[in-house]
């Protein structure tokens, strides 16, 4: 089961309603697709104008496509995947330019241009990524754990914690990171890494200050985040130019754009009174305060954390949503006439147990975790 809130402009949500604004339950079926069920499909991707869903071996594309709204599609695949491969070894990943078929057991890339429409084409990620020496070469038994992509940027990470960039994958350094690398995110112009050993490296372009080193450089290389360095991160999300990290003591870390109060921060002022509105970047990790509507801080862990490009979703450790930022789809779970931002983080939703967070550009998902592994 899905809640949403925020855009369905398309109608990738199946809904009427052009705007979401309440966390409103999904479970409707498609009659004019096989009865596809999005209740029961696995949601993969969340795009602009389109979501991907994956029901067994076959995929489905939501919203708008060919130049018509309110759509299901049934993704066609490469035959080979019909007869031969587990549904398990598959997942896939879209952008406005590209749908990526991906086999995560034999670490292959099929790439479907959305632009030209002729057809597939097939990367091997372990023959075809250029590496400067052989000792740096993907094992065999390695195998593509994640890809994020976004309209810029593309990123593997296998199993063995190597990380690839581009669409002709090449071998990323990340010898010097503290622990194997086990989860990756991307904004749009900034990477952000997480370690097994809880460390945190950034890298891309730091206009915004979203890469967290206090300057506004330009990196090419994963650098580590040493505002955090002695606190192990469990969990990291990447906005559009802000960043997210979350200690194993459910503590957020926010840094980067603030421009709509996406990161939640809140001091006081010079005389003592709270400031709401934040400052408009913040070029380091900053220690987010949750505070309720009579100003108190509220003493429970966050246990999960989203952001979609200029907002921010978190959880705490009651099953409680909590919502700060740009709120022009409803993406906050808030009427966007009454809020079109919110600088500070505003309980929106008290949800069931089993649901995690995952944000879309524009919106706000909550997933069932029970149906999500069905």
Wanted: include cysteine; proline fraction near 2%.
């Amino acid at each position: 089961m899905y809640r949403i809130t925020g855009t369905n402009l398309f109608g990738q949500w199946l809904e009427d309603d052009h705007i979401i604004s309440d966390f409103r339950s999904i479970t409707r079926n498609c009659n004019n697709y096989n009865n596809f069920d999005i209740e029961t499909a696995k949601l993969l991707q969340i795009c602009w104008s389109y979501n991907i869903f994956q029901l067994g071996k076959d995929f489905f594309l939501t919203g708008h496509w060919n130049c018509k709204e309110n759509k299901v599609v049934k993704v066609e695949l490469p035959k080979e995947y019909y007869t031969s491969a587990c549904e398990s070894n598959l997942t896939m990943v879209g952008n406005d330019y590209n749908i990526i078929l991906v086999d995560k057991k034999y670490n292959f890339l099929w790439i479907m241009d959305l632009q030209k429409k002729i057809g597939s084409r097939k990367i091997n990620l372990t023959t075809e990524a250029p590496l400067e020496n052989s000792s740096k070469r993907m094992r065999s038994e390695s195998n593509i754990s994640k890809v994020a992509l976004t309209n810029n940027s593309c990123l593997c990470l296998t199993s063995d914690g190597s990380v690839y960039n581009g669409l002709l994958p090449s071998l990323l350094d990340t010898s010097h990171c503290i622990g194997k690398v086990c989860d990756i995110r991307s904004g749009y112009e900034h990477f952000i890494l997480l370690t097994d050993l809880g460390h945190v490296y950034t890298w891309g372009n730091g206009r915004r200050l979203q890469l967290g080193h206090g300057n506004l450089d330009n990196l090419e290389t994963p650098t580590e985040v040493e505002a955090l360095a002695g606190i192990k991160i469990i969990k990291i999300r990447a906005g559009g130019w802000h960043c997210l990290a979350l200690s194993e003591f459910g503590d957020l870390y926010t840094w980067g754009w603030n421009d709509s109060g996406q990161l939640g921060v809140r001091h006081p002022d010079t005389k003592g009174v709270l400031n709401r509105e934040g400052l408009k970047s913040y070029p380091f990790p900053t220690l987010v305060d949750i505070l309720n509507q009579n100003e108190e801080e509220i003493n429970m862990n966050i246990k999960d954390i989203g952001c979609g490009s200029r907002h921010t979703a978190i959880m705490l450790e009651d099953n409680s949503i909590w919502t700060t930022g740009y709120n022009k789809y409803g993406q906050l779970g808030f009427s966007p006439e009454l809020n079109p931002t919110v600088s500070y983080f505003k309980k929106a939703f008290q949800c069931e147990k089993d649901f995690v967070i995952e944000c879309g550009h524009w919106s706000t998902v909550l997933i069932n975790t029970i149906s999500a592994s069905k």
